[in-house]
């Protein structure tokens, strides 16, 4: 999880609410399409928690704070964020992000500047996560499912595939040197999609820096 910078709502979504009785269940379909892609676009296709790639067919929309209990929020863009299926369809044991999360309250958002979620967050040499926030990082794992099996071996790919890119030159790289290996791993590339968990990716680097 890293923090998301939320853009400007499709225009479509700013329309539908100036409607009378708009809500999120009654969002026509090309809206619903147009939605998705903002959302996609501004996470460069990864999603919100896990961080892991996901594209418009298969994706949820998140509501941070869940539409049963905040009503007046299903239409606010800045509570939706774009997920992955979280393992829909698969042991109840193994759901993680939106899916298992359904209308649990999350004590942080990626995507409110104001919480700070960067600063709370520590991927660990083995692809955990986990916060120093005692309720968060029990969100982290009872809510959202974020060191379920898959996930943690993925993150911990994605850091080992970085540090052999590292080693194939010889000698110690330079700050400048890995600052600029983080501007490219923070980056999106021509298809505007981020590296699938490049959250962790980040975090190793900033740590090497600031050394």
Request: net charge positive; with cysteine; aromatic share 6%.
């Amino acid at each position: 999880m890293r923090q998301i910078t939320k853009s400007r709502e499709p225009q479509s979504l700013t329309q539908y609410k100036q409607q009378g009785h708009a809500s999120y269940a009654g969002l026509p379909q090309q809206m619903r399409t147009d939605l998705k892609n903002s959302l996609l676009t501004e996470q460069g296709m990864v999603c919100a928690y896990c961080m892991q790639r996901i594209k418009s067919t298969a994706m949820r929309v998140e509501h941070w704070a869940s539409q049963d209990e905040h009503p007046g929020l299903q239409l606010s863009y800045s509570n939706m964020l774009a997920c992955c299926t979280g393992n829909e369809g698969q042991p109840k044991d193994t759901y993680t992000c939106d899916k298992l999360k359904g209308n649990d309250p999350l004590t942080y958002s990626p995507a409110k500047p104001l919480d700070r979620v960067d600063s709370r967050i520590r991927y660990l040499d083995n692809g955990k996560i986990k916060s120093t926030n005692v309720a968060f990082d029990t969100e982290l794992n009872q809510v959202l499912n974020l060191n379920e099996t898959r996930l943690v071996a993925n993150r911990r790919a994605a850091v080992d595939a970085l540090k052999d890119r590292l080693a194939r030159r010889a000698g110690a790289r330079t700050k400048d040197q890995l600052r600029a290996y983080l501007a490219e791993v923070t980056s999106k590339n021509a298809k505007n999609q981020l590296k699938p968990f490049w959250g962790a990716m980040a975090y190793y680097l900033e740590k090497r820096i600031n050394r």
